[in-house]
C-alpha cells in the first residue's frame, strides 16, 4: 500500500454537464492558512463562485473535504465537511459529518471533491485513486438513502447518498453518509437539483501517515488521556453522540 505523508493536497474537479473531471493541487499557502475541511473548502468556493448564484442553479458547487488529522487515528478526527450555498437560507452552509465516506476518499487519495453542474439524467460518482467514473443511477432513483448505499457500496468504502426528498428539492433535505447525516442547510436538495443520486469512495488505496510520528504519537497519547478522564467525553459521548446534549440543554434552559 502506497503512503500519503501529511496530505495530498489533491482534489477532484467534477463537471457534471460536462461528466468530465480535473485534479486540482491545493497551493501549498492555502494548505496552510486554511488547513482543510471546513477552512480550504470554503476558500476554494470562493475562489470558483460568483455572488448572486441560484443555490439549485448549474453553477452552485458542492465541496466535499477532509480534515488534515482524518486517517492518521487521532482521536475525534474520523471527520469530513461538506460546504455549498444553502437553499434553505440563500448563505453558505457546512456540515461535519463522521460517517466512512471521509475515511474512504481521503485512502483513495484525494483531499476533497468540488462537485458542479447538472446532469441531463440520475447519475452516482464513484471514485478511485485513478480519478472519478459517472455510472447510472436511474435504478436507484427513487430509494430512500439506506436503500441506495446498499445497491452501490459492494465496491466502495463509503458513499455519500440522497433520498427521495433530496431528489423532490425539499430546501432541508440531508445526505447520509452510513447512519451519519450531512443534515444542514439543505445539501440534498443541491444535489437532488444536480441529478446527482449518490457520491462513492472506494478508499483503502493510500495509508495516511503523520509528518511528524513521534510527535505525533506523544500528542495523541496526552490526548486520548484527557479524553477518557472527563465523564461527558469518555461516557456520554462515547455511548450516545451529541446526543448526550439533549437533557443537559433542556436542564439549563429558561423556558
Given at each position: 500500500?502506497?503512503?500519503?505523508i501529511g496530505?495530498s493536497?489533491?482534489v477532484?474537479e467534477?463537471?457534471?454537464?460536462?461528466?468530465?473531471?480535473?485534479v486540482y493541487?491545493?497551493?501549498?499557502?492555502d494548505?496552510?492558512?486554511?488547513?482543510?475541511?471546513?477552512?480550504?473548502?470554503?476558500?476554494m468556493?470562493?475562489?470558483?463562485?460568483?455572488?448572486?448564484?441560484?443555490?439549485?442553479g448549474?453553477?452552485?458547487?458542492?465541496?466535499?473535504?477532509?480534515?488534515?488529522l482524518?486517517?492518521?487515528g487521532?482521536?475525534?478526527?474520523?471527520?469530513f465537511?461538506?460546504?455549498?450555498?444553502?437553499?434553505?437560507?440563500?448563505?453558505?452552509t457546512?456540515?461535519?459529518?463522521g460517517?466512512?465516506f471521509?475515511?474512504?476518499?481521503k485512502?483513495?487519495g484525494w483531499?476533497g471533491i468540488?462537485v458542479k453542474?447538472?446532469?441531463?439524467?440520475?447519475?452516482?460518482?464513484?471514485?478511485?485513486?485513478?480519478?472519478?467514473e459517472?455510472?447510472?443511477?436511474?435504478?436507484?432513483?427513487?430509494?430512500?438513502?439506506?436503500?441506495?448505499?446498499?445497491a452501490?457500496?459492494?465496491?466502495?468504502?463509503?458513499?455519500?447518498?440522497?433520498?427521495?426528498?433530496?431528489?423532490?428539492?425539499?430546501?432541508?433535505?440531508?445526505?447520509?453518509?452510513?447512519?451519519?447525516?450531512?443534515?444542514?442547510?439543505?445539501?440534498?436538495?443541491?444535489?437532488?437539483?444536480?441529478?446527482?443520486?449518490?457520491?462513492?469512495?472506494k478508499?483503502?488505496?493510500?495509508?495516511?501517515?503523520?509528518?511528524?510520528?513521534?510527535?505525533?504519537?506523544?500528542?495523541?497519547?496526552?490526548?486520548?488521556?484527557?479524553i477518557?478522564?472527563?465523564?461527558?467525553?469518555?461516557?456520554?459521548?462515547r455511548?450516545f453522540g451529541?446526543?448526550?446534549?439533549?437533557?443537559?440543554?433542556?436542564?439549563?434552559?429558561?423556558?
Amino acid at each position: 500500500m502506497q503512503e500519503i505523508i501529511g496530505t495530498s493536497s489533491k482534489v477532484l474537479e467534477v463537471d457534471l454537464t460536462k461528466r468530465s473531471f480535473k485534479v486540482y493541487n491545493v497551493n501549498p499557502l492555502d494548505t496552510r492558512l486554511y488547513i482543510g475541511g471546513k477552512g480550504l473548502a470554503l476558500k476554494m468556493l470562493y475562489d470558483r463562485m460568483e455572488p448572486g448564484i441560484d443555490p439549485l442553479g448549474e453553477d452552485n458547487i458542492i465541496a466535499v473535504t477532509t480534515g488534515v488529522l482524518l486517517g492518521t487515528g487521532a482521536p475525534c478526527s474520523g471527520r469530513f465537511a461538506a460546504v455549498t450555498k444553502s437553499p434553505l437560507t440563500g448563505i453558505m452552509t457546512s456540515c461535519s459529518c463522521g460517517g466512512a465516506f471521509g475515511m474512504a476518499l481521503k485512502t483513495s487519495g484525494w483531499d476533497g471533491i468540488l462537485v458542479k453542474g447538472r446532469s441531463n439524467s440520475p447519475v452516482y460518482l464513484y471514485i478511485d485513486s485513478k480519478g472519478v467514473e459517472f455510472r447510472d443511477a436511474k435504478k436507484i432513483w427513487g430509494l430512500d438513502t439506506k436503500k441506495a448505499q446498499a445497491a452501490i457500496e459492494k465496491d466502495s468504502g463509503g458513499t455519500l447518498a440522497i433520498g427521495p426528498a433530496g431528489e423532490n428539492l425539499v430546501r432541508y433535505a440531508n445526505v447520509a453518509s452510513g447512519h451519519r447525516f450531512l443534515g444542514r442547510g439543505g445539501i440534498g436538495a443541491v444535489m437532488g437539483s444536480k441529478n446527482l443520486k449518490a457520491i462513492s469512495a472506494k478508499g483503502g488505496e493510500y495509508k495516511i501517515v503523520p509528518v511528524k510520528q513521534s510527535k505525533f504519537d506523544k500528542t495523541k497519547k496526552k490526548a486520548n488521556a484527557y479524553i477518557n478522564r472527563n465523564d461527558i467525553t469518555s461516557g456520554s459521548y462515547r455511548n450516545f453522540g451529541t446526543n448526550a446534549n439533549v437533557n443537559l440543554s433542556n436542564a439549563d434552559s429558561p423556558c
